[in-house]
């Protein structure tokens, strides 16, 4: 069977945030949440999914109150440098190895790193995503995408409507609700298994147990809630692990459990 022969989870970043942003009627109490990014050794060589955070909107003083100076959730760099870097680094890799590029959905804490493939590789995303963020008017700011991280003519999109494969063995399935063109990924490894990485349409364990998003764009609660249970058949179907995109358990025990 062809599939994907690694899968190397990255930590690039926290994010401290009140519970309920990420599981809807959580209490406020503060959580440190990873960011998530994913690669993939795939036919063609790695694939990365998401790239974490603009470390200069955070480190630049100016950059940081324009961003982020007023909002519920502040980053936090997790190393000395560049966090891509450093994680590619603990992965044995360098930048240049990395192939193409797919982003779950326009945020800023998935799409800050874009900076570092434009103009070098594909940037797969999904067309409703794109259109949505760059929409004239303030909305997408409102909303936590930065136009800064992603609209940049020199980036290679390949746009995609609804479900499609990426590589053998990766295929991007759309989840709309968290924001308008959120996808979620389907990965099948070449041993046998595999496993399906969430992101941010189910964003922590007891949220993918409970069927409870987090922030949604423009869809009702049970319509967020119906693409969780979307996530959980495709698994659940497949004998695939569900994995929810920002749990400070999970993500860590899963990055563990497929270390070496
Ligand atoms: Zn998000």
Redesign the pocket.
């Known amino acids: 069977m062809t599939g994907v022969r690694r899968v190397v989870p990255l930590t690039l970043g926290y994010v401290d945030l009140p519970a309920y942003v990420l599981e809807q009627g959580a209490p406020a109490d503060e959580i440190r949440a990873p960011i998530p990014g994913v690669l993939l050794e795939c036919d063609g060589g790695w694939l990365l999914l998401d790239t974490g955070f603009n470390t200069a909107l955070v480190t630049d003083p100016a950059l940081r109150r324009r961003f982020h100076g007023d909002r519920a959730l502040r980053p936090v760099i997790p190393g000395p440098g560049e966090p891509l870097d450093e994680a590619l680094e603990r992965a044995g890799l360098g930048i240049a190895e990395i192939r193409a590029v797919a982003v ?2 326009l ?1 800023w ?2 799409a800050g790193g874009l900076r570092h493939f434009a103009g070098r590789v594909p940037v797969h995303a999904q067309r409703a995503e794109y259109e949505y963020a760059t929409q004239p008017g303030p909305e997408p700011a409102e909303h ?1 995408m930065f136009r800064v991280d992603y609209d940049d003519p020199a980036i290679d999109w390949r746009f995609a409507a609804g479900d499609t494969e990426l590589a053998p063995g990766v295929t991007a399935v759309l989840t709309a609700g ?2 308008p063109g ?1 996808q979620s990924f389907v990965v099948d490894l070449a041993g046998g298994g595999g496993l399906v990485f969430a ?2 349409a189910a964003n922590t364990t007891s949220g993918c147990e409970h069927e409870i998003p ?2 949604l764009i423009g869809v009702t609660l049970e319509e967020g809630a119906a693409q969780i249970r979307k996530l959980k058949r495709l698994a659940a179907e497949r004998g695939y692990q569900l994995v929810p ?1 920002h749990d400070p358990v999970a993500w860590p025990a899963l990055a563990k459990a497929l270390a070496g």
Do not use: A, R
Request: avoid cysteine; aromatic fraction near 8%; charged fraction near 15%.
């Open positions: 779950s959905h945020h804490d998935h936590g968290h924001t959120h992101f941010d987090g922030g995109g």
